[in-house]
């Protein structure tokens, strides 16, 4: 039997070695899913699926400090972001079901034209079917929620491949699940090969594939689905900030170093891309170098560290080889630019590297953020819009007409105002646009994203 090692981040010892599945198992997962959604009468009712969530969401928050020790250690995260990402996962699950008191159809007005006289119509919704969903390492626990919380409180059988770096946090869920009463075959953890998940993702009985993950990898599997399987893909941007002469400072700098080095820069809206007015560029360069050179950076155990390890030592020396090349192009290194160890880079910051080099066309997914001066707001949009990845942007400025307009021409799902890319909250819709994905995240949106309408119409003499 084949088997993969988890490994911690950050010095590379051995966690767990978990076995992987083969073709013949893989088979047995998914007909398993196929058969509890064909058969009706299996199928669990609302206030069971509500009383299954609010139970697991009560079993996380008594297991909050193991939850957080597991996905740091296998993730790399911070202690204190671990943690951040498990008290929102235990809301995330108490959104999913919360969320299912709110899945209803509407009356469909009839007798508007004299052939539609006599019939009352009217939709209801109904969970779409067996999803497959594959997960990404960043976070490791609430992106499970994301998936399997939403598919379950939808009504559908759910099939989750967590991020064969970070599957503990997955499968600790999944047993969560269990504990709470979620009966067999609803929600199966799997771990395999590539070969394996595109099998899974691409077979007919699949009917909604959710996936978070690199584009290649995403929009790859989307064109191998089965005809009527419907997808969610979220991937990842190279985020843009307009900064504007006259932004606030005070509250500005800590929220664009946050955004920007939160969990080692491997967030797939962290901020990457600072555009800054060169009336202030000066001051903005002072204050946000001070500011990265205070953060803290090495073991994500302890309680005070701000950025931990990138999740392998590949990673490290891609971001190295990325930051040399910047360098070489004509980039400056206003901080960081050097790799500490085998795990850990410098949080770095370049000014004015080359619009063509990596730093400035790809998503980064490291501790790098790249400052660009610019002296026309048009230009800096334009430039900000450059990329074929448009996830989530920002602009600075105390002048609400001015903003109003950046978040107008920008193109990104969502703009924030005075605040740093990264920010979000489970309930609020959440995804790229163009090439950074289709469909869109958040608790509620995801719930009503795997299920579908179905239409009643009854026709009657008396109506």
Known sequence: ??????????????????????????????????????????????????????????????????????ALSEGGKPYKDSKAEVLRAIKGVK?????????????IPMALTESAQNRLAFTTKEPIGVVAAISAFNHPLNLAVHQVATAFAAGCPVIFKPAMTTP?????????????????????????????AEALVTDSRIHFFSFIGSAKVGW????????????????GGAAPVIV?????????????????????????????RVFVHVEILENFIEKFVVATNQLLVGNPANTTTDVGPLISPKEVDRVEEWVNEA???????????????????????????????????????GPVVCIYSYTDREEAISRANALDVHFQAAVFTKNIDIAM???????????????????????????G?????????????????????????????YL
């Open 1 to 70: 039997m084949k088997t993969v090692k988890i490994e911690s981040p950050y010095d590379l010892s051995t966690i767990k070695e978990l076995n992987l599945i083969d073709k013949n198992e893989l088979e047995k997962v998914i007909q398993t899913a196929k058969n509890l959604f064909e058969n009706q009468s299996l199928w669990i009712p609302a206030y069971k699926r509500i009383e299954i969530l609010e139970k697991a969401a009560s079993l996380m928050s008594e297991r909050i400090e193991e939850l957080t020790h597991l």
């Open 95 to 107: 959104l999913a079901a919360e969320h299912i008191s709110q899945i209803k159809g509407e009356q």
């Open 244 to 272: 504007e002469k006259d932004a606030d400072f005070e509250t500005m700098i800590p929220d664009l170093v946050k955004g920007g080095f939160y969990h080692a820069g491997q967030v797939c809206v962290s901020v990457q």
């Open 220 to 235: 790859y599997l989307n064109s191998k689905l089965s005809p009527g399987t419907r997808s969610a893909l979220e991937h």
């Open 405 to 431: 307009d950046t978040v107008k021409k920008l193109n990104a799902t969502a703009v924030m105002v005075n605040d740093h890319t990264a920010f979000r909250v489970d309930w609020m819709p959440f995804g």
């Open 168 to 196: 503990m946090s997955g499968m600790a869920l999944a047993e969560i699940f269990k504990e709470a009463g979620a009966p067999e075959g609803w929600l199966q953890v799997i771990l395999c090969e590539r070969d394996l």
């Open 433 to 461: 646009r163009d090439a950074s994905g289709i469909g869109m995240g958040g608790i509620p949106f995801t719930i009503n994203e795997m299920m579908r309408e179905k239409m009643t119409v009854i026709k009657s003499k």
């Open 327 to 365: 360098i070489d192009e004509g980039a400056q290194v206003l901080s960081g630019g050097k790799r500490i160890s085998t795990t850990l880079y410098q949080p770095t910051v370049l000014l004015n590297p080359s619009e063509k080099s990596k730093v400035s066309t790809s998503e980064i997914f």
